[in-house]
């Protein structure tokens, strides 16, 4: 029996928000908007998606009189991106056997 | 990139592990930090040993270009707390352990400065005095001045400490390897006289962080040039 892929997750600029977070404790938001290729609206609608899934924490406050927005991944996000990468490989496996 | 289009599971992964490698590339230690006090600490051990090689003393205390690097540092690490989109988990852990060794530093030398003469003072007061005595009675006995012995030699042992976490953290040979040669000179720098230990010490400040600043800073210019 297959388990479910996280729909949250399963989409690609979420997705890639997610793997690009997971592995550092916060990053801009101008570095996401860099790394991942999307415009700032598209980004900031699936970052918002993201944080009201509790997935990803957001902090904005001002540096030098600038706005900056700052992205983090919660507990419940790590979690639920292990679970995802879990399934996923549920799934490989079963096509290669 | 498109939040709609509808991924495959290999896709998925190649997704994640690309974001990971990105996420791991974007973050790089310009090295201006370890080549500073790397030439900082050579160049006022290498001056202390000439003090006392050539016997005359310079108008300042070489070690005093420790406060110029520190104003410096003060402004390379606002500069690039400006610059750096993006914090590591590992970042507080390692500036906790520069920041404490950057106070057990100032406590060694609080130390060495403040010790001797409160020894002095009690040895006074309790009747006695340190006396320099010369074996074969050459000399006539001298009052001597307490001090901390082959003090230099802490220093270098102290010098490995935060080297060695930043190493083994970042998972940097040459800082492993810069520290571990600390140690080394440590142990000899703990046989041999002040002067010698002077010269250790400024090994252990190019092999520590000399060295491997430039190999950092090396590493950034070649990727900052490759993404050009």
Redesign the interface.
């Known amino acids: 029996m297959f388990k479910e892929l996280d729909p949250i997750l399963h989409s690609q600029l979420r997705l890639a928000v997610m793997s690009l977070l997971i592995g550092i404790k916060e990053a801009e938001f101008t570095f996401i908007k860099e790394k991942t290729n999307a415009t700032a609206g598209n980004l900031s609608v699936q970052i918002q998606k993201l944080k009201d899934a509790g997935y990803i924490e957001v902090n904005k406050q001002f540096k030098d009189n600038y706005p900056l927005t700052t992205c983090s991944i919660t507990k419940k996000g790590i979690e639920a991106f292990e679970k995802y990468v879990k399934a996923l490989q549920g799934y490989l496996h079963t096509d290669t056997n | 990139?498109?939040?709609?289009?509808k991924?495959t599971?290999?896709e998925?992964?190649q997704?994640?592990t690309?974001?990971?490698q990105?996420?791991?590339a974007?973050?790089h230690d310009k090295g201006i930090s370890a080549i500073l006090w790397g030439v900082t600490i050579a160049i006022a051990s290498l001056l202390s040993y000439l003090q006392i090689e050539l016997n005359f003393d310079f108008p300042f205390d070489p070690f005093l270009l420790i406060i110029v690097a520190i104003v410096f540092q003060i402004y390379i690490s606002v500069k690039e707390s400006?610059l750096n989109?993006?914090?590591?988990?590992e970042?507080?852990a390692i500036n906790a352990v520069w920041l404490t060794y950057g106070i057990s530093i100032l406590g060694l030398v609080a130390y060495i400065n403040i010790v001797p003469n409160v020894s002095a003072q009690l040895s006074k007061q309790e009747g006695w005095e340190f006396v320099k005595h010369y074996i074969n009675n050459t000399k006539p006995d001298e009052i001597l001045s307490p001090f901390v012995l082959s003090s230099y030699s802490l220093f270098i042992l102290l010098y490995a400490f935060p080297t060695l976490v930043t190493g083994i953290t970042k998972k940097f040979v040459p800082m492993i390897v810069g520290a571990i040669l600390a140690y080394v000179f440590f142990i000899i720098s703990c046989f041999t006289a002040l002067k010698f230990d002077l010269l250790l010490g400024a090994l252990a400040a190019i092999v520590c962080w000399l060295i491997p600043g430039i190999i950092l800073r090396r590493k950034f210019l070649k990727l900052r040039n490759n993404n050009v």
């Open positions: 990139m498109s939040n709609e289009k991924l599971e290999q998925s992964l997704l994640i690309s974001m990971i990105k996420a791991k974007s973050y400006k989109k993006v914090t590591k988990h970042d507080a």
